[in-house]
């Protein structure tokens, strides 16, 4: 059994994803999973190496182990990089029935959903696809599914979401689960913002049969790390923690123990025989 982080380098880490991979290291310990480490480079215009070596010393300095992946940059960029497997994706998008082509501009969407749902404009046009005009969208189920007691609906909360961008890159949503099928990744764990990636993928992997993708039971969603109201992340410019990282590991631990109230750790191995 299996699980991964999955980092995506368009900006330097923040404490939102060190307290991830450190949870992520932690219950794959406790769990007896396999550990692997993926970095989603599939958009690499917005993906830079200096993040993607930040990724691999942040995993060094907390001193986490991975079991399979890319060892280093010159390892990842010859032999792992998303931006080489856009035959591979596109292939891969040729399996799934339930897709169609569509026209609609970002605005377009907008004005008619405040929240950007797709109105379903283009569902019965049966559009000619054409690179650099079209889209291609995943044509959603009516189902919902519960975590720890959460309902994601996919028509009400997710919609129709894009699986091929109109400048020729595939979604996150369509990358991620080929890599886990791929991978043989059998359990998840991501922050509770996630949520909603994790209902449109295992509908995704269902009508793709994917037989063998994580199932509900084995997804885990965290708490957010929460700064002034609002969680960390990359688009807010939230502060890198690499610089207190490399100082003293044992901060960030402390930090995550405390977060998660577990046990007072200082390092990785503490923190699996305290908690």
């Known amino acids: 059994m299996r699980t991964r982080i999955a980092p995506t380098p368009n900006g330097h880490l923040h404490l939102g994803n060190i307290f991830n991979f450190i949870y992520t ?9 396999e550990l692997g480490l993926r970095i989603d480079d599939h958009d ?9 070596e930040e990724v691999f010393e942040a995993i060094k300095l907390l001193e986490i182990d991975i079991d399979f992946g890319p060892k280093n940059l010159r390892d990842f960029k010859n032999n792992f990089s998303q931006a080489k497997k856009h035959n591979e994706y596109w292939d891969f998008l040729k399996g799934l ?35 650099d005009l079209h889209a291609i969208r995943y044509n959603s189920p009516n189902t919902s599914y519960h975590f720890d007691g959460k309902e994601i609906s996919i028509q009400r909360d997710i919609g129709d979401i894009i699986l091929w961008r109109k400048d020729n890159i595939p979604s996150y949503q369509l990358v991620s689960i080929y890599e886990d099928f791929s991978d043989k990744v059998t359990h ?47 688009s807010r410019h939230s502060d890198s923690v690499m610089e207190a990282l490399r100082e003293d ?24 025989s305290k908690n």
């Not at 690499?44 to 993607?52: E, G, L, V």
């Not at 797709?118 to 046009?125: A, L, V």
């Open 25 to 33: 290291a932690y219950m794959a310990n406790k769990k007896g999973l």
């Open 44 to 52: 690499h215009i917005r993906c830079k190496d200096i993040y993607i």
């Open 97 to 131: 029935e339930r897709k169609f082509n569509c026209e609609c501009s970002r605005k377009k969407i907008f004005e008619n959903n405040e929240q950007g749902l797709y109105p379903g404009f283009c569902k019965n046009k049966e559009i000619s696809f054409v690179q």
């Open 188 to 234: 998840i764990f991501r922050g509770e913002d996630l949520l909603t990636s994790s209902a449109i993928q295992i509908a995704l992997a269902n009508d793709f049969g994917l037989s063998t993708f994580p199932k509900i039971e084995n997804f885990s969603h965290h708490s957010l790390v929460i700064e002034n109201g609002e969680k960390l992340s990359k």
């Open 249 to 272: 590991p044992s901060i960030i631990y402390l930090l995550f123990s405390e977060f998660m109230t577990l046990q007072p750790s200082e390092n990785l191995s503490e923190l699996i």
